[in-house]
Structures are given as C-alpha cells and as structure tokens.
C-alpha cells in the first residue's frame, strides 16, 4: 500500500471509527523531548499530581487505598512522598477490576490481554484517550528514526492460531501497511516464502521480538542470503531482553542499526532507545521508579505509574522487571532520563548453592559457535539445565569449555546438564525466554 494513501485515507479513517485521534495527540506531544529536564519535570509532576487526584476522586480501589494509609493526596509533597503509596501488583489488580474503574469516566474501551511471560496474563481494559496516547507515544519515539504513519514495516510476531483471530490479525496488519513473519511457523518454507515477501513489499523497517529476528538472521546467514538490498532504516526489537549477541548478528545481516524498545501492554512504550544508544524514559507518559533493595544492590525493581490515564490509571505498579534510572543528560538532546542496566524479569538471576544470584545473561555470553539455540531451566539452586539446539559445529571441546566458563562463575558445586532437543519452542506469546527459573519466589 502507498505510505501515503495509508497514513491520510487509512489511518485517518481507522482513527476516526475507533474515536481516536493520534495524529491530533502527536503534533501537541512532538517536541516535548527537546524540552529542558526542568520543563520535562515539571510537566511530568503536574500530571502526576492530576492522576492521583482524578484516582482520590473517582475510583474505588485507590479511595480506599488512600484513606486506609492515611494518604491525603493535597499534602503529599511530591515526587518525595509518593513512596507513601503502596505497591500495585498484577494479582491484586485481577483480583476485582471493576474497583480500578472510573465509572463517571463516559469512554469507549477496548480489552488487550498482556503475554503472560511468566504465566500470569492480565486482561486489562483501555480507553480511547489511554490508548491514542500510546500510539501517539510509540509514533514520536519511531520518529527519531525518521518513521512515519503508514510507513511499511515487516512484524516478526506470534499470531492466533483460531481462524477468527487469524483473519483479524491480518486485517490490522493490512491496515497498518505491513506483513508479519509468525513466530508459530518457523521453519526453512516459511522463512524462504517470507524472503520472497520482502522483496515484493519491501518494508522500511523491522519491528519483532529479537530472538525471532536473530533466528531469521542466523538462517539468511546460514543459506548465504543477502538483504542489505532492503535498505532498512532501522529494526525495532521489543517484547524481550535484547542481547548484545543478537543486536550484532541481527545488524550484520542487514547493514542498518538495530534498536530497543522497552514497554508493556498495559502502559505501551515506557523507554525507547535513541541514536546514541540511551534508552529515554517517555517521562510526559509514565513515571517510572527503580525501587533498590538488598537483594540487587546495582539495580532496582522497576515500578511504573501512568499520567494519561483517567479511566482506570495503573498507580505504582510493580512491572517485575529490573533497572536504574539516570538523569544524565545525553549528546542526542532528548531531555528525558534514561533508563539504565534493563535486565528484565525479577526471576532472571540464576541461584548458586550459595545463594549468589547471577544474572542469567551470562548464558548469552558463554553459549556462542556450535549452538542454535539454548534455553537455561533452574527447578532447584543446585541445579542448572540447559536446553541446547546443536548444530554440526559443535564439538565434544567446546562443551567441556562451555562447562568449565559456567563454572568458573556459578561454582563448582552447581550441576550443569546439557540437554539436546531438537528444538526449542516459544511460548504461546511466540516469545522465546533464554532463562526459566521455577524456583519459589
């Protein structure tokens, strides 16, 4: 489709029936990245103190919350006391969600249910504002890289296996001027038949989950297929840890620089990686926190709090992940902070007899020639397995090396079984995790 026949007919359109205008969103959101940090604060800090009020005033859960805790919303001096509010999971939201709704607020909503990483997938309504702030969001971060509306993209991402979602899927993706490699197709057709389509519609961008296009990469490589031709602007990863392994194998196979993009189905993009590499935290969007404790000294647990959500706005809520927050000014000139050491989920860290917690990258480090694939399973501290898709470069000594590397790091004491498959699947979100611990909590 023409990019501009489908930003102005298309979208325009779609924007229209859905009530959702986030052209008009983004021209007033465009330049405020270029503000000072001061102005970007104080933004930031207005909004916070409206979405606490609108939550004191309108909804159930956190009127309740608040006076139990003796919280009153116009004396916290914020940003210091707003530690005073409890943490938000994802159990006590699913719990009653109807108490986290503003039932004076008269808007069109639509249900999106998160991937469930960890087995616990929320279904969580937004409303048209929350959600026209997103992509309002999304299309400013894709703007550093010159991305526009209606801009070709080539998505490699899971898709429903149900007809009736099938064909839904790929009428969004038609509308949204793109095509999509699955995640639950992986396989020397697919990736041939997606070869072809490449070439045809000739995306000018990748937008996917990083292990799906390192293995679309690692496969091009592998069958001396060149697709620099494609002149990429840039490619996208989101929806999982980015490695430096994949980020190099990925921007040596297609000549054009990869980026991450950090988010959630509940808030949309929380931090997005500008062109020096930083990844700014959209602070006019979300106010995100990284919460210290003893357990991780060097970083903190991420918790997040939404500015532009007035029907049923996440307050403090716990994203299970893990990070540091700078307020360094960076050479791009975005003002916003940065969001620093992203190690995803809280049960990244693999647990030694001893119990040192080592964060589970270390796999990505050591695991490199003569491996396809490999997925670490921790059942119990003095136990590691490791899941590994060989290929025929593997040998007996680099196993022994493998081994010995892992050791050196995780002690003697801990037991290492290799475990040969012949494949590794996704999960049902058609991500892969490098990392499962099943350890309790």
């Known amino acids: 489709m023409n990019e501009w026949f489908a930003k102005n007919i298309v979208y325009r359109s779609i924007q229209s029936i859905r009530g959702e205008n986030v ?27 409206r979405t606490l009020e609108n939550a004191y005033t309108n909804i159930p859960y956190y009127q309740e919350l608040f006076d139990n805790c003796g919280i009153v919303v116009e004396k916290l001096n914020l940003p210091n006391d707003f530690s005073k509010i409890p943490l938000l999971t994802k ?62 993209q080539a998505r490699f991402w899971g898709i429903p296996s149900a007809p009736k979602l099938h064909l839904r899927e790929f009428l969004k993706d038609f ?43 690692q496969w091009l490589s592998d069958n001396q297929i060149a697709m620099s031709d494609l002149n990429l602007c840039t490619i996208i990863c989101t929806g999982e840890v980015l490695y430096d392994f994949q980020r190099k194998g990925i921007e040596s196979t297609f000549q054009c620089k990869v980026v991450n993009e950090y988010g959630t189905t509940e808030t949309g ?22 919460i210290k404790s003893e357990e991780f000294s060097d970083t903190g647990s991420l918790v997040v709090t939404e500015l532009n959500n007035f029907y049923n706005p996440l307050i403090r809520y716990k994203l299970g992940d893990l990070g540091s927050i700078s307020e360094n000014s960076c050479k791009c000139g975005v003002g916003f902070p940065i969001l620093k050491d992203l190690t995803g989920r809280e049960g ?35 136990e590691l397995i490791i899941k590994i898709v060989r290929d025929e470069k593997l040998t007996d000594e680099m196993l022994v090396n493998y ?22 699947e996704a999960e049902r979100s058609g991500k892969l995790r490098y990392f499962i611990s099943n350890l309790e909590a």
């Not at 008009?24 to 940090?37: E, H």
């Not at 993009?269 to 926190?289: K, M, P, R, T, W």
């Not at 081994?403 to 590794?424: A, C, H, W």
Request: with cysteine; aromatic share 14%.
């Open 403 to 424: 081994r010995k590397t892992l050791s050196n790091v995780l002690g003697e004491q801990m037991r290492i079984i290799f475990d040969y498959v012949p494949y590794i």
């Open 175 to 217: 509308c949204a001027n793109r095509i999509r490699l699955s995640a639950f197709n992986i396989s020397d057709d697919a990736f041939k038949q997606f070869v072809e389509k490449l070439r045809k519609f000739k995306p000018k961008y990748f937008y996917g989950y990083p292990s799906l296009l390192y293995k679309f990469s």
């Open 269 to 290: 993009i929380i931090a997005f990686e500008c062109q020096d590499g930083n990844l700014h935290i959209n602070s006019d969007h979300v106010y995100l926190e990284s």
């Open 91 to 152: 159990e006590v939201f699913k719990q009653d969600p109807s108490l986290f709704i503003n039932k004076n607020y008269n808007k069109r909503v639509t249900e999106e249910t998160t991937s469930g990483t960890v087995g616990n997938p929320l279904i969580i309504p937004i409303d048209r504002h929350k959600s026209a702030f997103i992509r309002a969001v999304m299309y400013r971060n894709y703007g550093w890289y010159k991305i526009d509306v209606g801009d070709k």
């Open 348 to 382: 990244n860290f693999i647990v030694t007899p001893t119990n040192k917690y080592i964060f589970s990258a270390i796999l990505s480090y050591t695991f490199k020639d003569g491996i396809k694939q490999f997925q670490g399973i921790q059942n119990e501290r003095g």
């Open 23 to 49: 052209l008009k969103y983004l021209s007033n959101i465009g330049d405020i990245p270029r503000n000072s940090q001061a102005e970007i604060r104080k933004t930031q800090i207005e909004k916070l103190v």
